[in-house]
């Protein structure tokens, strides 16, 4: 097979803020795999949870040292490729993984999803992201999210640099705006919340119960993530015994591994393909889950249609889908997953697919 790395830029219609700071635009990488007249692709980008990061540039590099040691093989059996894979970084991974992916599901001519068997009949709504800001700022961003979709799902970063009372301030102002929406329109709405790893465990404690009191369905990522695993478990463990609503994981959970020793001390685990270094290990992650009776929360960062629409394979084993990422782009040059109301439709076509405007 034939490879080829570029980059592409991808910019935010709304810049979004969360614990962490501020992202209006980045830039991603679009891997190609070419062989017998298919070509798969697989995206990567960079980012950062608090305690890893990782910048497009050093993937670059990593990739490109890694093309030509994939030059000239067969693209199949996925398999094969696992030492090829195990010592690069998980979103470097993650583009080779999608590609090769994606050129496979293209050769037997069809999605993913249906070539492992699952069912996309039952997909619930996928949930719309709120940043961090002031409440007029907040609510006019739900608004244009309502004129977009019917967004029925809602997720509002906190975790603010201004403390918890700016947190409970926004809290306030959209769950209203959705009671608003309740009584007018007789749509019922979801609201989740998401610190980013922005609270404090004095502050966490206190905030998991009043959530639950304004009716939040699920906190994600209360506490920082820890690199040691024994003090992350321990700082789950703090908050689990008191939670009243649905406790999720993100940044804390990679892989396998992680999700297994978390289980124990939360409801569920947000899994991310740049984190999980591609579909292969996403699959048995959320396979795992399900069977351990965790809830699977499915995620992006500032990724494309290409990024999302590789997820989207996955939704039938979800039971929160967030892939809004590429709904709040300018210049995606990928067409994915298509939306039926604010529900997110696997693609029918083979592979992810996903089609690459420009060529």
Request: net charge negative; with cysteine.
């Amino acid at each position: 097979m034939r490879c080829r790395l570029s980059r592409f830029p991808l910019t935010k219609a709304v810049p979004l803020a969360i614990s962490r700071g501020t992202t209006a635009r980045v830039e991603h990488l679009l891997l190609q795999v070419e062989h017998e007249g298919l070509t798969g692709l697989g995206e990567t980008g960079g980012f950062d949870t608090g305690h890893r990061a990782y910048a497009t540039g050093d993937l670059a590099a990593e990739l490109e040292a890694l093309l030509p040691r994939l030059e000239g093989r067969d693209p199949e059996p996925l398999q094969a490729f696992e030492p090829l894979l195990e010592d690069l970084s998980p979103p470097a991974r993650c583009a080779v993984d999608l590609a090769l992916h994606d050129w496979w599901g293209r050769r037997l001519g069809q999605p993913l999803w249906r070539l492992w068997g699952l069912d996309a009949a039952a997909i619930p709504p996928t949930s719309v992201t709120l940043g961090l800001g002031r409440e007029a700022a907040v609510l006019a961003r739900l608004e244009r999210w309502w004129r977009q979709l019917p967004a029925r799902r809602i997720k509002l970063k906190l975790g603010s640099p201004d403390g918890p009372d700016h947190d409970r301030a926004l809290v306030r102002a959209v769950a209203a705006a959705l009671e608003r929406r309740r009584q007018d329109d007789g749509i019922a709405c979801e609201l989740q919340v998401d610190a980013n790893g922005g609270w404090s465990l004095e502050q966490a404690l206190p905030m998991l119960g009043w959530l639950a009191e304004q009716g939040v369905a699920l906190v994600e990522q209360p506490l920082a993530p820890l690199e040691d695993p024994e003090a992350d478990c321990a700082a789950f463990a703090a908050l689990e015994l008191d939670c009243p609503i649905a406790l999720v994981a993100d940044e804390s959970c990679w892989n396998l591994a992680d999700l297994v020793r978390l289980a124990p001390y939360v409801d569920g685990v947000n899994i991310k393909l740049l984190k999980s270094g591609g579909l292969t290990e996403a699959l048995l992650m959320a396979q795992a889950a399900r069977r351990l009776g965790l809830g699977v929360m499915l995620g992006c960062y500032s990724d494309s249609a290409l990024l999302n629409g590789a997820a989207a394979q996955l939704l039938p084993l979800v039971r929160w889908p967030d892939l809004d990422s590429h709904l709040n782009l300018e210049d995606d040059p990928f067409t994915g997953p298509m939306l039926d109301a604010d529900r997110l439709v696997p693609p029918a076509a083979p592979g992810l697919g996903v089609s690459h405007a420009r060529g």
